[in-house]
């Protein structure tokens, strides 16, 4: 979702194809899921960044969008808690510690 893949002139220039890359890997999302992931994806343009990157959403957006699903205070807290583990994911700060 968040990997831009290079286009056909960036891999020309290091000698590669498409086919070189192998394929992208599809992901199963439980229905459960599905609301929090689409909210992640409509957040793609609120990364709060620093010189080394992507440090983490901007939260300010996140709860403004969040307001407007019209949640109750249990889902909310879910979709919150949903949200920071694909966060964490995308920045690569999860651990293997559950």
Known sequence: MYERQPDTAQLDAFGLTAADLGQQQDVEVWPDNWQAVHLLNRMSTQWRVGFGGAVG?????????????GLVPEEY??????????EQEVLGLHSNKL
């Not at 959403?57 to 699903?69: A, F, G, I, Q």
């Not at 807290?77 to 694909?86: F, N, V």
């Open 57 to 69: 959403l901007d939260y300010n957006v996140l709860y403004r969008m969040m307001d407007r699903l």
């Open 77 to 86: 807290d879910q979709m919150e808690a949903d949200i920071q583990m694909m």
